[in-house]
T-cell receptor, first 110, second 115 residues
């Protein structure tokens, strides 16, 4: 079983749609959960992070963590063409090394 | 806004050659990292570095790899004898080094192609 699984997509939505991106994981030791955005030919850029279970909202973005189900989500409301990118979930426990999902490629069509 | 920079952006080398990838972390950061991403695959952790020594390393980071902080600003990854399978995007990252968890800021990457 892979440590972190993420649907690679690609995912294509119309502008204004709500986008849901998800990851599942198997390692119970993970307690910090992150979403990174990666534009083509650029490095990953941190969007949001959550510690343990719960929700966190930042503008149009909401991150959810359900540790009991080992499931994390990122919701994007009112999606914009500028949101088109690859979204990577990442997580870590007590160590600093990040374990990434494979990334979901999102295209928001004008 | 401070950012992590990496040079070169692209490097092509012959199998068996040594390569050095360079990074300038954000100036007040104390923790440095290297990750790699083989085309079409996940971003994978290689190594973390703190206080002039390796803090953690993955199974990928074998004796062919080494890291160094040669001066107060640069952080380098050396691959001694490159293999075809070393072809990947290599990302450097840095973080403040003050807490148990903190944001890791990534550079734009160096695309390494081994022929």
């Amino acid at each position: 079983q892979k440590e972190v699984e993420q649907d690679p997509g690609p995912l294509s939505v119309p502008e204004g749609a709500i986008v849901s991106l998800n990851c599942t994981y198997s390692n119970s030791a993970f307690q910090y959960f992150m979403w990174y955005r990666q534009y083509s030919r650029k490095g990953p850029e941190l969007l949001m992070y959550t510690y343990s279970s719960g929700n966190k909202e930042d503008g149009r973005f909401t991150a959810q963590v359900d540790k009991s189900s080992k499931y994390i989500s990122l919701f994007i409301r009112d999606s914009q063409p500028s949101d088109s990118a690859t979204y990577l979930c990442a997580m870590t426990g007590s160590a600093r090394q990040l374990t990434f999902g494979s990334g979901t490629q999102l295209t928001v069509l004008p | 806004e401070p950012e992590v920079t990496q040079t070169p952006s692209h490097q092509v080398t012959q199998m068996g050659q040594e390569v050095i990838l360079r990074c300038v972390p954000i100036s007040n950061h104390l923790y440095f990292y290297w990750y790699r991403q083989i085309l079409g695959q996940k971003v994978e952790f290689l190594v973390s570095f703190y206080n002039n020594e390796i803090s953690e390393k993955s199974e990928i980071f074998d004796d062919q790899f080494s890291v160094e902080r040669p001066d107060g600003s640069n952080f380098t990854l050396k691959i001694r004898s490159t293999k075809l399978e070393d072809s990947a995007m290599y990302f450097c990252a840095s973080s403040e080094g003050l807490g148990q968890w903190e944001t890791q800021y990534f550079g734009p990457g160096t695309r390494l192609l081994v022929l």
